[in-house]
């Protein structure tokens, strides 16, 4: 593994369903995020965590559950898909949360909810 | 409140010189950053301003003034491969990034 990476690459889910997007990193990085980009919006920050054992609500947090259990993971869940979750799902790394830390983005996941 | 604010698309000619503006406001500031990402690709990093003035590096170089909540991207000699959006963002006081619906940039031969 180099950086970050996700899976799946793309999913259609129907609506209801339960979903774990996954996301790890081999960077050792303590900061990580999930975030959601829809066509005309910024990216928006779904949940955080600052170091393992940690997370926090970021400005779409509703819907989706995170958990932190070691430094390279970080899986978003969906408990049960609705359509206004169909996005992009981003997971990104940094070092550090403030500051001078840039973020590294894994290459996403498509998710169509039906 | 805090907002930011970029144009949705803009286009250049292969070559030549293009400013991508942004504008923000919030109460608490940590830095602007922006990023490049490819249609279908992730974003990378560009730069990042913490300080007002101008940051060079290579063909791009980023500006900030935090007395006027702006930034700007300006990229030279303008490449077909340098087609994509380039998001801003800045860091608010909780150290989370506040992104900008990104500038579509087009780059005609």
């Known amino acids: 593994i180099a950086g970050i990476t996700q899976a799946p690459t793309s999913q259609i889910l129907a609506a209801g369903r339960r979903m774990t997007l996954r996301c790890t990193q081999d960077m050792r990085h303590n900061a990580m995020y999930w975030y959601r980009q829809d066509l005309g919006l910024g990216l928006r920050l779904i949940h955080y965590?600052?170091?393992?054992?940690?997370?926090g609500k970021g400005e779409v947090p509703d819907g989706y559950s995170v958990s932190r259990a070691n430094t390279d993971d970080f899986p978003l869940t969906l408990a049960s898909a609705v359509p206004s979750q169909t996005s992009v799902y981003f997971c990104?790394?940094?070092?550090?949360?403030?500051?001078?830390?840039?973020?590294?983005f894994g290459p996403g996941t498509r998710l169509t909810v039906l | 409140g805090q907002n930011i604010d970029q144009p949705t698309e803009m286009t250049a000619t292969e070559g030549a010189i293009v400013q991508i503006n942004c504008t923000y406001q919030?109460?608490?500031?940590?830095?602007l950053f922006w990023y490049q990402q490819h249609a279908g690709e992730a974003p990378t990093f560009l730069s990042y301003?913490?300080l007002d003035g101008l940051e060079e590096k290579g063909r791009f170089s980023s500006f900030l003034s935090r007395s006027k909540g702006y930034s700007y991207l300006l990229l030279k000699e303008l490449q077909m491969k340098d087609s994509a959006s380039y998001l801003c963002?800045?860091?608010?006081?909780?150290?989370?990034?506040?992104w900008g619906a990104g500038t579509k940039l087009i780059i005609k031969p």
């Open positions: 990104a790394s940094s070092a550090g949360s403030g500051g001078h830390n840039e973020q590294f």
């Open positions: 965590s600052n170091t393992a054992g940690t997370t």
């Open positions: 919030t109460s608490g500031f940590n830095g």
């Open positions: 963002a800045f860091m608010d006081s909780n150290y989370q990034l506040i």
């Open positions: 301003n913490v």
